[in-house]
Every structure is written in structure tokens, then in C-alpha cells.
């Protein structure tokens, strides 16, 4: 005996149970079609002819109205209204919120008379050169090269030199244009390989840093601090982001949000934050606001212990010495790492050099040297408490030299005042 196939036998039993061989809903979607389409031809054109004589009348009234009306246009009771200039009306008019920038708390009158006396003045070094300056150099030192003024040089130098081709300026030229009204949001592809190209610098110039919105900024720094190397993320950090940041603080008398956010970023690189911007910004024409801001920034930061340690040495030896100096070495010094001996007595032979002059010092530089004494008076040995004593005689302040002196003279745990010392041979006979 043979059997028919499977699907026969399953098509003869729908049969015979009388089944449904199409879905309910697709059922009623033909009905309803099939309604649809039964509309007489002759009553379809009647209502075309009348649609068109009502059009005819209508443009018979009003003239040339409808010529004027396009497709981006929106007919309304009020007259004609540009459907494109409802969405783009108040974007180029925002208002910037205050609560944009970040406060700090700033210094009193009287500090800030006294801290005048040992600011930046004219003959001071002043602020350090951006991408565009090393850009323009760079160009004419070409320009000389091929007139023979310079000597050959290295042929990878010469090719570096030469120009972009026009579609890569093109690029980047939007980038830099769309990047001054970014707010957030994904960066270009484009942008992101800026840091692995040889000639990043000159691509990067391409865009105008110093014309990025503070967003824009805090997403470079992002970029470019994990993927450059230290040397190369120390000058992004000096030729871009420094000069933004004193911008900012000088125009606005306080910093932006997201350039505090993009500082704070920019310790993923320790070695390349204090190389690009800690010790360029204490060396030049900083200001007691640039002081305050970056002090914060420090307070707030996780920095290991060994480039703290090697930044306080080079402030110490930091000549000609600034009022700010003092806030930068007070803000490290009271982070309470353990530094290294060496370090100590670099602080110690900072302070104790300015027993030669007799000029009266700033209360920054009292509060730093308290400041140092409190975190560090136990790993002061006999010779450094002395030479600090002899400084506390040529400068002396009312109110701050007493306790550096009471903090030398503090014992150590475990060990007995001096004073409560009980002298040999007062022993008390107690029978």
C-alpha cells in the first residue's frame, strides 16, 4: 500500500473540516478593498470637474496668490508664513547662563594690594605661544629653506613642510567651522584620527582651536590625551588648551565649566599637565585668578606622588619667584603625599632663602610656609628647624609666626613634652 504525499493528505483534511486556507484579518482587508474600488467612473469625474471649476474660481479672486505660495511655504488664516523660519528663529540669539562657569572664591582687597607687589610686571616672561604661532614659524622657515637661507636639513623635515593638498583643507576647515557652535554630541570621524597623523600640529591649526566652544574642547582633550604620548599631549596642552583657558579667565573674570571638566581631564597625563601648563603658567604673567583656578583643579585631582614631587622642586627653584608661586606650592604641599627627603629640604632651602631679604612678604607666603611646617614638622631634623627659626626673626608675622614656631616645637607621638620632662635626681620618695 502506498500513501499520497504528506501536503496532500494535510489539504484533504482541511477539506474535510472545512478550514479557513486565509487568515481572518487578510480576509477583511480584501472585502474592504473591494469596497473601495467600487466607485461609479462617472462620479469620480463629476467631482474632479467640480474640484477644478471651485480651484478656477478661487484663483479668479484672489489674483496671484497662489502663484507666489511654495512647497517649504504653510498658507495660513494670518497670511504666508515660512515654514523654515519658525525652527531657525532664536538659535544664533541664545543667552549664556552664568551657572556656565565655575566661581571661585577670590582674595580681599588687602591681599590683593600686597600680592601686587610681587606680581608680573612689564619685564616679565610673557604668555607662551599657540599652535598658530608654531604653524607661522614653521611656514617660514620653509620659505627660507627653499630661498637658501637656511641650511639643508633632514629630508622628512622638507616633506613635512609641504603643503596640504586642497580637499584635506577643505575638511578640516568645516570641521573647525562646525566645531565653533558645537554644544554635544559625536565628533566627525575625520577629527579623531587627528592624533595619529604625522603632521597632526598642521592639521590641527586647520581647524582654529582657539575658536572651539568649551564643549568642543573638553571632547579634544579627551581625544588627544589618550592618544598622544606625553611629549606630544604636553604641547596640545600648551599650544591649545593654555591659551584658551587665560582667554576664557580674562574675558569672563572666572573659568567655564568645560574647560574646568577638560583641565581635570588633562591629568591623564600628569607629567604632560605640569610640563604644558602648571610650570608654563607659574613661570609667565599669571594672574592671582589663574592662580586660584588651577589651585582648585589641583585640590580636586589624583596625582601621583612622585610628579607632585618633582613639580614642587621645580617651583622651588623657580626664579624670579612670584606671589602666585606661593598658592601652587601651598595647594601640593597640603595634598599630604609623602614626599621624598629630598624634596623637603628643597622646601625648606626655598623659605630660608628669603632670610637675605628684607622686603615684607605677601600672607600667601606665611600661609605656605605654616602650611609646610603642619604636614611635614616630623621629618624636619635639627638643622632645618633651626634655619627655619632664624627665618622666623627677619620675617615674622603677627598672627602666622607664632604658630610655625609652636608647630617646631611640637613633640613627636609618643614622646613627652619638654617642659613636663622630669630632671634627674627629683625623684619622689612615696613610703
Known amino acids: 500500500m502506498r500513501h499520497n504525499p504528506l501536503a496532500q493528505q494535510i489539504m484533504e483534511e482541511e477539506d474535510s473540516r472545512n478550514l479557513r486556507k486565509t487568515p481572518r484579518n487578510k480576509r477583511r482587508q480584501e472585502k474592504d478593498e473591494d469596497a473601495e474600488v467600487g466607485i461609479p467612473a462617472k462620479v469620480t469625474q463629476s467631482l474632479?470637474?467640480?474640484?477644478?471649476?471651485?480651484?478656477?474660481?478661487?484663483?479668479?479672486?484672489?489674483?496671484t496668490v497662489g502663484a507666489t505660495t511654495g512647497p517649504g511655504d504653510l498658507l495660513m488664516d494670518d497670511g504666508l508664513v515660512d515654514g523654515a523660519g519658525v525652527e531657525q528663529e532664536g538659535v544664533d540669539d541664545v543667552d549664556v547662563d552664568e551657572e556656565?562657569?565655575?566661581?571661585?572664591?577670590?582674595?580681599?582687597?588687602?591681599?590683593?594690594?600686597?600680592?601686587?607687589?610681587?606680581?608680573p610686571g612689564k619685564d616679565a616672561k610673557k604668555a607662551g605661544q599657540t599652535l598658530a604661532d608654531v604653524i607661522l614659524g614653521k611656514i617660514q622657515d620653509a620659505d627660507a629653506r627653499k630661498r637658501g637661507e637656511l641650511g639643508p636639513q633632514d629630508a622628512s623635515a622638507e616633506a613635512a613642510q609641504e603643503g596640504l593638498s586642497p580637499k584635506v583643507v577643505q575638511v578640516y576647515t568645516d570641521i573647525g567651522d562646525w566645531l565653533k557652535h558645537y554644544k554635544s554630541g559625536k565628533l566627525p570621524k575625520a577629527f579623531k584620527i587627528i592624533p595619529n597623523l604625522m603632521n597632526w600640529e598642521e592639521v590641527l591649526s586647520l581647524t582654529d582651536p582657539l575658536s572651539w566652544t568649551p564643549a568642543a574642547m573638553y571632547e579634544a582633550v579627551v581625544i588627544f590625551s589618550s592618544n598622544l604620548n606625553p611629549k606630544m599631549a604636553q604641547r596640545f596642552y600648551n599650544l591649545v588648551l593654555l591659551p584658551a583657558i587665560r582667554g576664557n579667565i580674562a574675558r569672563y573674570k572666572k573659568l567655564n565649566f568645560h574647560y574646568f571638566r577638560a583641565l581635570h581631564r588633562a591629568f591623564f597625563k600628569p607629567a604632560a599637565f605640569f610640563k604644558g601648563i602648571m610650570l608654563p603658567i607659574a613661570s609667565e604673567s599669571c594672574t592671582l585668578k589663574e592662580a586660584a583656578i588651577i589651585g582648585s583643579i589641583l585640590t580636586k585631582a589624583s596625582i601621583p606622588v612622585m610628579h607632585s614631587a618633582a613639580c614642587i622642586i621645580r617651583l622651588c627653584e623657580m626664579t624670579p619667584w612670584y606671589g602666585t608661586t606661593s598658592i601652587f606650592l601651598a595647594t601640593l604641599v597640603n595634598k599630604k603625599y609623602a614626599l621624598p627627603l629630598r624634596v623637603v629640604e628643597a622646601l625648606v632651602a626655598h623659605f630660608c632663602a628669603f632670610a637675605q631679604s628684607e622686603v615684607v612678604l605677601p600672607v600667601v607666603w606665611h600661609r605656605s610656609l605654616l602650611l609646610f611646617v603642619q604636614r611635614y614638622k616630623y621629618?624636619?631634623?635639627?638643622?632645618?628647624?633651626?634655619?627655619?627659626?632664624?627665618?622666623?626673626?627677619?620675617?615674622?608675622?603677627?598672627?602666622?609666626?607664632?604658630?610655625?614656631?609652636?608647630?617646631?616645637?611640637?613633640?613627636?607621638?609618643?614622646?613627652?613634652?619638654?617642659?613636663?620632662?622630669?630632671?634627674?635626681?627629683?625623684?619622689?620618695?612615696?613610703?
Open 100 to 119: 556656565g562657569f565655575v566661581v571661585t572664591q577670590g582674595a580681599t582687597e588687602e591681599e590683593e594690594r600686597a600680592l601686587a607687589m610681587f606680581m
Open 48 to 63: 474632479l470637474e467640480l474640484a477644478q471649476a471651485q480651484k478656477s474660481e478661487e484663483a479668479a479672486l484672489d489674483g
Open 379 to 431: 621629618e624636619l631634623n635639627d638643622d632645618q628647624k633651626r634655619r627655619i627659626k632664624e627665618l622666623l626673626k627677619v620675617h615674622m608675622h603677627d598672627g602666622i609666626g607664632p604658630e610655625v614656631r609652636r608647630e617646631l616645637i611640637a613633640p613627636k607621638p609618643g614622646e613627652a613634652p619638654a617642659s613636663s620632662a622630669r630632671p634627674s635626681g627629683m625623684d619622689i620618695d612615696m613610703s
